[in-house]
């Protein structure tokens, strides 16, 4: 055989294989996002359905003339239940898709745990598996919750399905990743179209680069910032619009940061940048003493 005909076979080969694992990931993804979906909204479903037939048909909709609906006491009992009903539903349905999430992530957990590393994509392992699995399992559950009635659950179940850690008071606004191997302390703002993302693919058929990104505590993204895998913010770092950060980058905090790759902020860039003088710090400087010498005061007459 030469080689070129063995060159031809290897790459039938590669593509016999590629389909063969693509076809069985399709349908494993498939059945798995039908249970999220179907196992959600079964109990949800089955209580609203039992209260239109049982309960808002009967008394509401059948009722027997048009007045009837303003002076029949069951009628509007089960006209204010209605609205009441639809959310208290919506809820069950998120408590069950963040409870069915949960079970899948602690199974992907205990097969093969998530750990800091590159993964490689050009051979085939465990870790690449799971990898994809928890990837696709999250997608749906967190675009649910973040583009939802109330977004602000989304913390929850961050926590819940142990994704990520959340701090409390802390604030994600939507973005494109957050999603999981996420670290965010307390009181903490991530601004709109932000990325805190804890992979990277280098390239199209590059490995997969897995490090936890690790937010401390009152730290703030204004908006549009990068932060990439391995990156560490320390407490109290606010970060400017479309300030960025690249991977295994250590903010030691207690300051303000912009740019791309992000840098401190000194004073008067920062003045520069806000287009304020030196006069209005001192009048803010002036008005925060005014004020902390009212809040003495009053504590002292108390």
């Known amino acids: 055989m030469s080689s070129a005909q063995m060159e031809t076979l290897l790459e039938e080969l590669e593509d016999d294989n590629v389909q063969e694992d693509f076809a069985l990931h399709l349908v494993s993804n498939f059945l798995r996002l039908a249970l999220l979906i179907i ?16 309960y808002f ?25 209605m609205p009441i009903m639809l959310v208290g539903c919506f809820l069950l349905y998120l408590f069950f898709m963040g409870l069915i999430t949960r079970i899948l992530w602690k199974f992907s957990e205990k097969k093969s745990p998530s750990q800091d590393g590159v993964i490689p994509r050009n051979l085939p392992s465990k870790t690449l598996d799971y990898y994809h699995y928890r990837s696709f399992c999250i997608k749906h559950p967190k675009n649910v919750f973040t583009k939802g009635m109330f977004p602000w659950l989304a913390n929850w179940f961050y926590n819940f399905v142990g994704t990520s850690e959340i701090g409390k008071g802390s604030t994600i606004e939507e973005q494109v990743c957050a999603d999981k191997f996420i ?22 058929f590059g490995n997969i680069t897995y490090f936890k990104v690790k937010v401390g505590d009152n730290v703030t993204l204004a908006g549009l910032n990068g932060i ?57 400087d002036k008005i925060r003493k005014k004020q902390q010498l009212k809040k003495n005061m009053k504590e002292g007459a108390k």
């Open 39 to 54: 196992g959600s909204m079964l109990v949800p479903s089955f209580i609203f359905m039992s209260y239109i037939l049982l």
């Open 228 to 284: 990439t895998p391995g990156c560490e913010i320390g407490d109290n770092s606010y970060l400017l619009p479309l300030a960025s950060a690249a991977k295994h980058s250590i903010i030691k905090g207690n300051n303000y940061y912009f740019g791309i790759p992000l840098r401190k902020i000194f004073k008067r860039k920062l003045m520069r940048y806000l287009d304020i003088e030196m006069e209005d710090l001192e009048k803010s």
């Open 183 to 204: 670290e965010v302390g307390e009181n903490c703002y991530i601004g709109v179209n932000s990325t805190l993302t804890s992979h990277f693919v280098e390239g199209i």
């Open 57 to 81: 048909v009967p008394n509401f909709l059948e009722a027997p003339t048009f007045l009837s609906l303003f002076t029949d006491g069951r009628a509007l009992i089960n006209l204010l239940v």
